[in-house]
């Protein structure tokens, strides 16, 4: 069974500009979770995505938003890039959104904000 | 406020012998823990979890402890091989936070052959 896709690996964008990554979950799995991984905060959860509803957030700002489609596919978009968003976006899909379905995390997307 | 605590950024260990990795948390509702190893340029991989009501998980050369009323858990990995080289995290989650996992910051561990 193939694992989390994660599109692009890569990408360079300056500041102001939006950016939208995508993830693919495992086949069967229906919640997806994505993850900001930088240095100084570590791994921080943004947000979840189960049936196509958002159903948790993260303390991040409005600039960070996301979605899923029905075949459970998600993506998340920043807007208004700065700085401080460079980092590693990681997708993480699970059969379900229960907290003791285990979590697989894709291999990520690595932003740069110039 | 650090909920899932990781206090020791690095670790050096022989090949063979056992890598003992700590973790603490301050949340009283976490009751679902996991361990995930990283690679540079790749996502976590998962490794083992363990759910509250236990004490203890064994999968292989992998083993969690979780000790409830000290808040703390730990992976150990006997024996240790050069491929385990990698960061460490350990995550939590409860039962009222879909799908959201707490992370440490993260334990380097280097097995030296």
């Known amino acids: 069974k193939a694992g989390v896709t994660q599109t692009p690996r890569y990408l360079i964008k300056t500041r102001g500009q939006q950016v939208t990554l995508s993830c693919s979950p495992i086949?069967?799995?229906?919640?997806v979770s994505w993850y900001q991984q930088t240095p100084g905060q570590g791994l921080q959860f943004l947000f979840e995505?189960?049936?196509?509803?958002?159903?948790n957030k993260g303390n991040f700002p409005g600039r960070f938003s996301g979605r899923q489609f029905s075949n459970s596919r998600s993506e998340m978009n920043v807007s208004t890039l700065e700085l401080g968003d460079s980092a590693l976006y990681l997708c993480a899909s699970s059969l379900d959104p229960s907290p003791r379905e285990t979590q697989y995390f894709g291999p990520g997307t690595r932003l740069l904000v110039l | 406020d650090q909920q899932v605590k990781q206090n020791s950024p690095s670790l050096s260990v022989q090949e063979g012998r056992i890598s003992i990795l700590n973790c603490d948390y301050t949340?009283?509702?976490?009751?679902?823990f996991l361990w995930y190893k990283k690679y540079p340029a790749e996502g976590p991989t998962f490794l083992i979890s363990?759910?509250?009501?236990?004490d203890k998980n064994e999968d292989g050369r992998f083993t969690v402890f979780l000790n409830k009323s000290a808040k703390h858990l730990s992976l150990h990995i006997v024996p240790s091989q050069p491929g385990d080289s990698a960061v460490y995290f350990c995550?939590?989650?409860?039962?009222?936070?879909?799908?959201?996992?707490?992370f440490g910051q993260g334990t380097t561990l280097q097995v030296k052959p």
């Open positions: 995505y189960f049936s196509e509803t958002q159903r």
């Open positions: 995550a939590a989650s409860s039962s009222g936070n879909t799908g959201k996992l707490i």
């Open positions: 086949s069967g799995h229906r919640s």
């Open positions: 363990i759910s509250s009501i236990k």
């Open positions: 949340n009283s509702m976490f009751d679902y």
